[in-house]
T-cell receptor, first 109, second 116 residues
């Protein structure tokens, strides 16, 4: 079967760095997405990785290792507004998005 | 603002009833996706349409049905509603069917359905 694993919840301190991991087992691979979702709101796109390596976008970076079935989202200089759920999703060989359950990130002052 | 619109924003109804949720995709997007998100749960993919045709089916109950019209807007019909159907229903759209480069999904604000 297809599976996406992420930690359920993480806590970090304002100004610090946090890494949210995602491991996956899917039927084929056509890219990995990270989305941010604030409570009660729609998910918004953060990043897309299809090749191995690190993609940096401001305070957010996303890493992919296809051979290990592994990705992480790195958030730097954490701000209170970063408190949200972070969703990992993998596109399989049929171009269908398989979604993880999300990681709830709590930022403390 | 993602450019995806959904109506209504909130819907309160009773068990056994039927409701219709509406979604208009971003201009130019041919794919529409429907998701269900229960309280503190992950996104559950329901169904995808591409240019009027059903493209993929997820965990959609037989009581639920959807369609995409020639103008590309989509409707999700939920019937014989149960208490457990209370959730946020999101619509998303993308440019293509999901191939690399067209796969980014843009989400609407959602419809919050409460079944009493």
């Amino acid at each position: 079967g297809q599976n996406i694993d992420q930690p359920t919840e993480m806590t970090a301190t304002e100004g610090a760095i946090v890494q949210i991991n995602c491991t996956y087992q899917t039927s084929g691979f056509n890219g990995l997405f990270w989305y941010q979702q604030h409570a009660g709101e729609a998910p918004t796109f953060l990043s897309y990785n299809v090749l191995d390596g690190l993609e940096e976008k401001g305070r957010f970076s996303s890493f992919l290792s296809r051979s290990k079935g592994y990705s992480y989202l790195l958030l730097k200089e954490l701000q209170m507004k970063d408190s949200a759920s972070y969703l990992c999703a993998v596109m399989d060989s049929n171009y269908q998005l398989i979604w993880g359950a999300g990681t709830k990130l709590i930022i403390k002052p | 603002d993602s450019g995806v619109t959904q109506t209504p924003k909130h819907l309160i109804t009773a068990t056994g009833q039927r409701v219709t949720l509406r979604c208009s995709p971003r201009s130019g997007d041919l794919s529409v996706y429907w998701y269900q998100q229960s309280l503190d749960q992950g996104l559950q993919f329901l169904i995808q349409y591409y240019n009027g045709e059903e493209r993929a089916k997820g965990n959609i109950l037989e009581r639920f049905s959807a369609q995409q019209f020639p103008d590309l807007h989509s409707e999700l019909n939920l019937s014989s509603l149960e208490l457990g159907d209370s959730a946020l229903y999101f619509c998303a759209s993308s440019t293509g069917q999901g191939e690399v480069g067209t796969a980014e999904q843009f989400f609407g604000p959602g419809t919050r359905l409460t079944v009493l």
